[in-house]
């Protein structure tokens, strides 16, 4: 299947096909809003929890769903740093960098980590494990240095703790 | 795990309008217990005794300041907004998009007080003759997630929240947004874009969100605190609002105040607006491992740093805006004597380059080329005007010269770190002027 946007591009959907509950999801969350492309990063969100990241064919598929166009879509998936448009690992990693962390030793963690994972800032360990990437201010700034690991908010966060730490995800 | 909000004293629902109600396990408050605690009684009373217009003129009278950091009057910007005969009801919109760096104040409501938001985002609702209220909920958040939509639930299903409110033949709801990421969303236009689901790009102003917001509407954008605020005032008054905050401060209530950085005992307090900074620092248990403090931001990145000296003042929106820095959240950032002034103001730059969202050239640019900048001087290879550079490169980021505060935000930390610690900035530079950087530092790493 392939969907033309209207700015001429035709983006192939690659034979993704939206999870029907997913695709449920999305429809259940259109009606929160007056206008259809509101509901478009949560839309992403929906295929992401699925997938991890959000596959190309996906575009595509959320934008026929949502009756808005495939560039709109591609716009906002590109826009905002939680939605992953390359896959990540299985755990996602999301060290905060900004300043009071900084000033609680983030560096020294971040360093740690890079070393321990044997991966950059951006990238995904070999075993699909783990993705760690950099995070705005966490909002957890009495508990400097905070990491977000998936839903789970830990901190603060000593170099030496993280084998333990990351022994809970598999 | 240790407590984020802590007490100077006893809480009482007279003095502690905004926390009075939390547990010591920082379990949320349910409807039941919010009910049996003068819950919704505001709504109650809003209902029974107010118009729209008396509503808007008690809150405006307390002189409840916006708590999101800019402290514009939120009963003044309700007077603005759009509405009566032939105008169609439009949208209250809570900025819960809490990415501020060092800011950890509306996390802490939401977690455990979702009923007071609820109940703030309602009166909000009455008052601007709204028919929907969203919470912009940043994605990270994701206990406050939980706590809210539990809170939704149960009171819509109380009859707060819906069609015909309390038998008031008044409708009103709310919905969650999560969003996905971007300090920029928490400013107000660029929220709104995200909210319908764009590039959370800003707006020009005007039109302003109360003649023409979310999906060209009348709305009204209030940050998590300021609305916290709200059904205290309706219960108790706007004299009782103001005199919180006593000799203090010419500005109502209370605050949640808060600090982190390398003290004894980081957290958050409620306590009356104008408080001084050296009796929050000292409730804080001052700095740790027998450091010195060497220099503060009273209330986020986007604020200005400041000096020990500063600390007697009284934190509020005036004061610290005369020291030419600004109150902002109100959360303290300390910073100590062992800590490289270059060092953290290039970390504060990278955090404003990477969030730019790069529509108006100044920011896009000149964001990332200060942190080139910084990073040189950081690094002992600065050359001679590099100061000088970034001085020119603070003021044409200033208010007034981007699209939005976003750059204005990033300039002021910029400005004022050279401003106190120039000599800090001077060690760095180690070439003449016109020499090209041995190695320059690539901008795409930011």
Redesign the interface.
Known sequence: MTTTATIGTTIASDGFALDPADREMILEERA???????????A??IVQKRHGHVPDGAIPAIAETLG?RVA?VE??AT?????FRQPVGRHVI?IC????C???DYEALRDAFIEHLGIQVGQTTADGRFTLL???????????PTI?IG?D?HGPVTPDEIPRLLEAYA | MSRILQSAGERRAETHPLTWRLHDDQSPVLLEEYLDTQGYAAVTKALEQHTYESLTEEVKSANLRGRGGAGFSAGFKWSLTMKGEGVPRGYIVCNADEMEPGTFKDRLLMEQQPHLLIEGMILAGIANRAKQGYIFLRGEYHLAAAAIQRALADARADGWLGADVRGSGWDFDIALHTGAGRYICGEETALINSLEGKRANPRAKPPFPGQSGAWGLPTVVNNVETLCNVPGIVNHGADWFQALSGDLSSDGGTKLYGVSGKVNNPGLWELPMGTTGNRILELAGGMRDGLTLKSWLPGGGSTGFLLPEHLELALDFDTIGKTGSRMGTGLLTVVADNQSMVSLTRNLEEFFARESCGWCTPCRDGLPWSVKLLRALEAGEGEAGDIELLEQMARDLGPGKTFCAHAPGAAMPLASAIHYFRDEFERGITRPKGEAHADPIPVGSV
């Not at chain 1, 950099?134 to 400097?144: E, M, Q, S």
């Open positions: 929160h809003y007056p206008y259809p492309q509101a509901a478009c990063i949560e992403l969100k808005i709109d716009g906002v826009f905002y740093s939680l939605i999301l960098d900004s300043s009071s900084f000033l609680t950099p995070v705005c201010c966490l909002g957890a700034c009495d508990r400097g977000l839903e908010l």
